[in-house]
């Protein structure tokens, strides 16, 4: 499952995080949003329905947890989750905390100015924080 290619766009705007059982963890290169986006490694997927049952169930239990830790771990009033794939086809789900200050708030976070990418201190900060929330879970 782990040489399933990733889509260049999604290869070009993230950094590898982690993988879960189903899903690549990739955080987003924009330093305004905490947010993160799974990417399920199964070949030919481009919509929810095209996963068997079992692996739709994964696929929310992997967003649901980690959207759950993100919120505590990043203090956000609110995290937003979505399967748009309007632009990148590959199945992916946005898991990204939301603060009633931040720049799109309370609309969504696409199409809001520019990205303001991470340097390597930043990216390598949050990745870590990321990887000690998902330490925790179970998932499996």
């Not at 889509?7 to 963890?25: K, Q, S």
């Not at 079992?54 to 771990?73: H, I, P």
């Amino acid at each position: 499952m782990n040489d399933i290619a990733l889509d260049e766009r999604l290869e070009a705007d993230t950094f590898p995080v982690t993988e879960l059982p189903l899903c690549r963890v990739l955080l987003m290169n924009d330093t305004r949003f905490t947010w993160v986006i799974l990417v399920p490694r199964l070949p030919g997927v481009s919509e929810v329905f095209d996963l068997d049952e079992e692996s739709q169930q994964q696929l929310w239990r992997e967003a649901s947890a980690l959207g759950a830790v993100m919120k505590d771990a990043f203090e956000g009033d609110k995290v937003n989750i979505a399967a748009l794939g309007n632009v990148v086809s590959q199945l992916h789900v946005h898991v990204i905390v939301r603060h009633k200050n931040d720049i799109a708030w309370p609309g969504p976070v696409w199409g809001m100015g520019n990205a303001e990418p991470y340097t390597a201190d930043q990216q390598a900060s949050v990745r870590a924080q990321l990887l000690a929330e998902i330490d925790v879970l179970n998932l499996a």
